[in-house]
């Protein structure tokens, strides 16, 4: 009996130090999801660099990810797809965000954009050329 009390309290001192182990260990793993939660919410758009121009970089959709994400030139166009009563062609969408939809080398940039957050998830695009929300 004293040599399995013995392996008993052994076995229960292991146990111990490695709740403790553990109890540290998910201490720190808190720690660093907070950061890294706070780090992706503080995280915006960096400017990149083609061809020498500064362009803003479009990040990919995330879930729970919000528009505010987005530099305000891209929350105008989703905002302004959302407004409208269904899906929209970009002329729509060019009316809406004031845009000169009749000259066509104004009306193609936005295109472009539309089709860049189609891309990366914030909208969706149509057979038929019509842009619409993500469901």
């Not at 001192?13 to 720690?31: G, P």
């Not at 061809?51 to 987005?70: F, K, N, S």
């Not at 149509?126 to 842009?131: E, K, M």
């Amino acid at each position: 009996m004293d040599e399995l009390e013995e392996q008993l309290v052994n076995h229960l001192a292991e146990v111990r130090a490695e709740r403790n182990e553990l109890a540290v260990a998910e201490h720190v793993l808190e720690r660093m999801t907070g950061q890294l939660a706070e780090e992706r919410a503080s995280a915006r758009p960096m400017p990149g660099q083609v061809g020498g121009r500064a362009v803003m970089l479009i990040p990919h959709r995330e879930p729970g990810g919000e528009e505010d994400l987005l530099p305000p030139d891209y929350q105008r166009i989703i905002t302004a797809v959302r407004q409208a009563a269904g899906p929209v062609m970009a002329r729509e969408v060019g009316e809406i965000v004031g845009v000169d939809v009749s000259v066509k080398s104004k009306l193609e940039p936005l295109r472009g954009e539309l089709v860049r957050l189609v891309d990366r998830g914030w909208l969706r695009k149509l057979p038929d050329g019509r842009f619409t929300t993500r469901l």
